[in-house]
């Protein structure tokens, strides 16, 4: 069983920045990639940014130049730091972990409780 913690999510006006943090622990073999997708009221689950564990990165068209996101591979930990943040970054930040369990290599996902990040003046 794998646990993800996510924090860093709040309140913060329009021009403003936040960094999320999300620790993966438990049964992770190896790690194959982090991200973060989110979700807004009323909306579909979207993807935010995501890092491979070789450091490849991959951002939604919406954050780019904004978002930058990184990962300490030995605490398993990602972070994003979202800067110059608008109304429309509101949303419920999730993050994902693909990893494997076991030396079977089988990928598998797992999934944080999500964090509120709200940008209003």
């Known amino acids: 069983q794998v646990h993800l913690v996510e924090s860093g999510g709040g309140l913060v006006q329009p021009g403003g920045s936040l960094r999320l943090s999300c620790a993966a622990s438990?049964?992770?073999?190896?790690?194959?990639?982090m991200g973060w997708y989110r979700q807004a009221p009323g909306k579909q689950r979207e993807l935010v940014a995501t890092i491979t564990s070789r450091g490849y990165t991959n951002y939604a068209d919406s954050v780019k130049g904004r978002f930058t996101i990184s990962a300490d591979n030995a605490k398993n930990t990602v972070f994003v730091q979202m800067n110059s943040l608008k109304p429309d970054d509101t949303a419920v930040y999730y993050c994902?972990?693909?990893?494997?369990?076991?030396?079977?290599?089988?990928?598998?996902?797992?999934w944080g409780q999500g964090t509120q990040v709200t940008v209003s003046s």
């Open positions: 994902n972990l693909l990893y494997y369990a076991s030396s079977r290599y089988i990928t598998e996902a797992s």
């Open positions: 438990g049964n992770i073999f190896r790690i194959n990639a």
